[in-house]
């Protein structure tokens, strides 16, 4: 879930069930039960092939159902509306990060010297699959927290990875449960993704419980975002309908 910035060199995770994670595109591509994920440079080519072909398959598994829109969704619920993260939302999401509660599981500080200028700046630049990215998370006329899904940096072949943050005076409503969960949602049954990832600080146990709630599966563990981080990942047969 978290995002900062990420530590160099390999890391080792273990799935488990890595064979029922993707849906049969790992099946095609022949991905195996452990693997080494870092730097492009710690996989060699075989594998850089296989984990390519593997999210390729995954990403397709929508487009072939003519399911993918061709640029990133609004998301309504009942209280949030999840927007496309643009300029305008910047100085207040900006706004949020300056509370240094809200880096507690980040590995790095974002209320200090313009990390939080730089981190929005950063998400603004996203080049991904047009479908995917960030959004603010708005109710009424306030931004109220900054949430993701785009291809990850920290998984091996940019699985789609899924975060949320909740600005910390709003908690205690049920707003990151709202938001994360239509994200999840969005990606499993508007994007028909074969999978959705999460990383959870291990010591962050509201965001832990709250992954449980929506129905993902803890399958790993390992150094992410500068820190001890849960694998977790939600399939379209198991997520939660919350």
């Known amino acids: 879930m978290d995002e900062s910035r990420s530590t160099p060199g390999s890391k080792e ?3 488990p069930a890595l064979d029922a994670v993707t849906s049969g595109a790992e099946e095609s591509a022949g991905v195996r039960s452990s693997v080494e994920v ?23 598994a929508g487009a072939s159902q003519g399911v993918m829109a061709e640029k990133q969704a609004t998301i309504e619920t009942a209280r949030l509306r999840l927007e496309p ?5 910047a100085d207040a999401v900006v706004g949020l990060f300056t509370d240094p509660v809200m880096s507690t599981y980040l590995g790095t500080d974002l209320s200090q010297g313009g990390l939080a200028r730089t981190m929005v700046d950063n998400r603004l630049t996203y080049e991904g699959p047009p479908q995917l990215g960030h959004w603010a998370i708005i109710r009424g006329d306030q931004v ?7 291809p990850s940096k920290e998984l091996p072949g940019g699985l789609p990875e899924i975060g949320w943050y909740l600005g910390a ?6 707003l990151a449960t709202e938001a994360a969960w239509a994200l999840l949602r969005h990606g499993l049954d508007g994007l ?10 291990v010591d962050n146990a509201p965001s832990l419980n709250l992954a449980a709630r929506l129905g993902f599966l803890q399958v790993g563990k390992g150094h992410h975002y500068n820190g001890p981080h849960r694998v977790h990942v939600a399939l379209p047969g198991t997520a939660s309908t919350c």
């Open 13 to 15: 995770i273990e799935f």
């Open 38 to 60: 870092g730097a492009d440079d710690f996989l060699s080519a075989d594998e850089r092939r296989e984990l390519d072909e593997a999210m390729r398959l995954v990403y397709r």
């Open 85 to 89: 993260l643009e300029p305008v939302h």
């Open 144 to 150: 109220v927290g900054l949430a993701h899904l785009r």
């Open 169 to 174: 005076s709003y908690g205690g409503a049920g």
């Open 192 to 201: 028909r993704l074969a999978s959705v990832w999460a990383l959870v600080h």
